[in-house]
């Protein structure tokens, strides 16, 4: 027997064991991707799923590939070896100049020489593709292709096994009345199926902002043992415009700890991987912002603990107005509010600036879960922006979601600067890390009313800012 046929027994003699032990679905398909560059005695492989739309392929686990390689943009299944998804094998020889191939110089840098990829087929569909990269030139054989070929049946049973899991009968921990039910969508693979109905709603209100989203395209390994890896962490989103991982946290407080120590773990291990915790509890008050979801509904107490009295604001305010002018000694900025929490402190800050500065307003549409669709600008700007210092004035930063998207809005009118002014910054619930050149207040973890902030269209009139007293209700349902 050849020693070539030897190290493929042995490579699917291993896999077939783990597809049949109670490892997780992502744990056996990237033992899968480690198992099989050791056999065929090249750098990489990659396991790509199509997307819900069929238009995109998706590193779901891949193994000797850097992490830049990998967040190289999106993969077109039209571009990238596409005769895969028509179901045959594509080999290249040479990555660096072959058409075929879609982001040819960082194939360079990677050091890819020669790929081989196979069509990764679930009941005669093809679903994605299965990928080897080698640092030489590689003429692949035939037993080599078949070898390949083998693994992607293989991923294709995990795939399939995985899903009749998520589809069938629910597993006993959500059986409960209260517990989530798997939303299964278009596709029936993982990029697609939402494993909680809040993560769909999140993606929806990404959608909205109009931020790109992944639904858990990668698994980061955090432990192993001999070579075998015993952990494996899979945030929900990645979000490739902001380059940020997202993890959303439905369980309950004791597990919310162990998800932490697992954050940590990934920190360590992945120091250039950005990734954040949005917590249900967070992520409710998210919603709520909007009028949406659990607590949009909760009675509320009524006003809170004063964080800013009246006095304190004014003096911030003059003094951020002082700082304003100085900067902008000599110019004539434009003031931009967006409407409509920011007209308490635009007024004032207006008053007290010592540099002559027009002033406009725009409004955004608001999300609204039963509508999805995508923010839209419903007041534009009166004044011509072009060539002129735009000082886009805030109330309160939240996930920065909206400022980012007025941020944008702005820049496309060719402004000849754009800075942002904010009278409080909610830094812990920062998604969109926008950068602020003028901050009155950090806030807590808080839902704020008065001084032009509102709860549901009420409390703007406060001439102080205050916690919005809510009424006690489990933060955490079961989940
Ligand atoms: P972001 O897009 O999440 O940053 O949300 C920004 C907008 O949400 C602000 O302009 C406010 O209108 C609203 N908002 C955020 N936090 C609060 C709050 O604590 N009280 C009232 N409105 C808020
Ligand atoms: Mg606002």
């Not at 990555?95 to 075929?100: E, F």
């Not at 890896?229 to 993890?247: A, S, W």
């Not at 008065?450 to 989940?479: C, I, S, W």
């Amino acid at each position: 027997m050849s020693k070539q046929v030897s190290s493929f027994n042995k490579a699917l003699s291993d896999m077939a064991k783990a597809i049949n032990s109670d490892l997780t679905t992502s744990e056996k398909l990237h033992l899968l991707v480690r198992l099989t560059p050791r056999a065929l005695a090249v750098r990489g492989c990659s396991l790509l799923l199509l997307d819900a739309q069929r238009k995109r392929l998706v590193h779901a686990p891949a193994h000797g590939l850097s992490e830049r390689y990998l967040r190289k943009g999106f993969v077109e299944a039209e571009r990238s070896l596409s005769e895969t998804m028509e179901g045959k094998v594509v080999k290249v020889l040479d990555a660096a100049t072959d058409p075929r191939i879609q982001f040819q110089e960082l194939a360079q840098q990677e050091h890819v020489v020669s790929v081989m990829g196979v069509p990764l087929r679930i009941k005669g569909e093809v679903v994605g593709s299965l990928r080897v990269y080698s640092r030489t030139h590689r003429d692949f054989t035939s037993s080599e292709e078949q070898f390949l070929t083998t693994v992607a049946n293989l991923a294709a049973v995990v795939l399939e096994s995985d899903r009749l899991i998520e589809t069938g009968q629910p597993p006993l921990e959500t059986k409960t009345e209260a517990a989530p039910h798997p939303v299964p969508l278009t596709s029936p693979l993982k990029p697609a199926t939402f494993a909680h109905p809040s993560e769909e709603e999140f993606a929806r209100l990404l959608d909205f902002y109009q931020i790109e989203w992944l639904y858990e395209p990668r698994s980061f390994p955090l432990h192993w043992e001999e070579g075998r890896i015993t952990e494996m962490f899979t945030p929900d989103f990645y979000l490739p415009g902001l380059d940020l991982y997202i993890e959303m946290t439905t369980l309950k407080p004791g597990l919310t700890k162990e998800k932490k120590h697992k954050m940590r773990r990934l920190r360590e291990l992945y120091p250039e991987v950005n990734v954040k915790l949005l917590a249900r509890h967070d992520y409710d008050r998210l919603l709520a912002k909007y009028g949406h979801g659990p607590l949009s509904g909760s009675k509320t107490r009524g006003v809170g603990r004063v964080l800013f009295s009246a006095a304190q604001i004014q003096r911030k305010v003059r003094q951020l107005a002082r700082e304003i002018s100085k900067d902008y000694d000599g110019q004539h900025p434009v003031l931009v509010g967006v409407m409509r929490g920011v007209f308490c402190f635009m007024a004032d800050l207006m008053r007290y600036l010592t540099v002559p500065a027009d002033v406009d307003f725009m409004a955004i549409s608001y999300y609204e879960a039963e509508k999805g669709g995508a923010v839209r600008v419903t007041k534009g700007l009166d004044i011509n922006p072009e060539g002129r210092h735009l000082l886009l004035v805030e109330d309160i930063v939240d996930t920065g979601m909206t400022l980012s998207f007025v941020l944008g809005y702005l820049k496309r009118r060719n402004p000849a600067s754009l800075a942002v002014c904010t009278l409080l910054d909610k830094k812990v619930h920062r998604l969109a890390d926008v950068h602020l050149t003028y901050v009155g207040f950090e806030t807590p973890d808080e839902f704020l009313v008065g001084y032009g902030l509102d709860y549901q269209e009420e409390y703007r009139n406060l001439p102080f800012v205050a916690l919005l007293e809510e009424e006690k209700m489990d933060a955490h349902p079961t989940a």
